[in-house]
């Protein structure tokens, strides 16, 4: 059974940094995506950042690319947001997600209907941009 647990949130000051894990278990070694999503204050849940697992191909939301990056432990049962100059927009319930999907779905479907297939999630962690 696929467990995530998401840690690292916190009150960060705009322009700061932060470091987010996600903590998995039970992951299958077939084809899967596994990777961050978040929700704002009244806002839907969207997809932040996704991992593609067989090819380690990454695929960025326009909002935080080349401010945020996406990677994982050596041993495969961590993955890690690190977030670079937060915005206030940033400011949202982060989520860790795992999907057993076909590696080429995002290719053929885009990201944002990815959240759709997604079938395990974390209980998220906080991330506050503020001063």
């Known amino acids: 059974q696929v467990q995530l647990v998401e840690s690292g949130g916190a009150t960060v000051a705009p322009g700061g940094s932060l470091y987010l894990s996600c903590s998995a278990s039970?992951?299958?070694?077939?084809?899967?995506?596994i990777g961050w999503f978040r929700q704002a204050p009244g806002k839907e849940r969207e997809a932040v950042v996704v991992?593609?697992?067989?090819?380690?191909?990454?695929y960025y939301s326009d909002s935080v690319a080349g401010r945020f990056t996406i990677t994982r432990g050596n041993a495969g049962n961590t993955i890690y947001l690190e977030m670079r100059d937060l915005i206030p927009e940033d400011t949202a319930v982060y989520y860790c997600s795992f999907g057993a999907i076909r590696l080429e779905y995002v290719d053929d479907f885009g990201l944002v209907s990815l959240q759709a297939a997604m079938a395990h999630w974390g209980k998220g962690t906080l991330v506050t941009v503020s001063s």
């Open positions: 991992l593609q697992h067989n090819y380690g191909k990454t």
């Open positions: 039970g992951l299958p070694p077939d084809s899967y995506y």
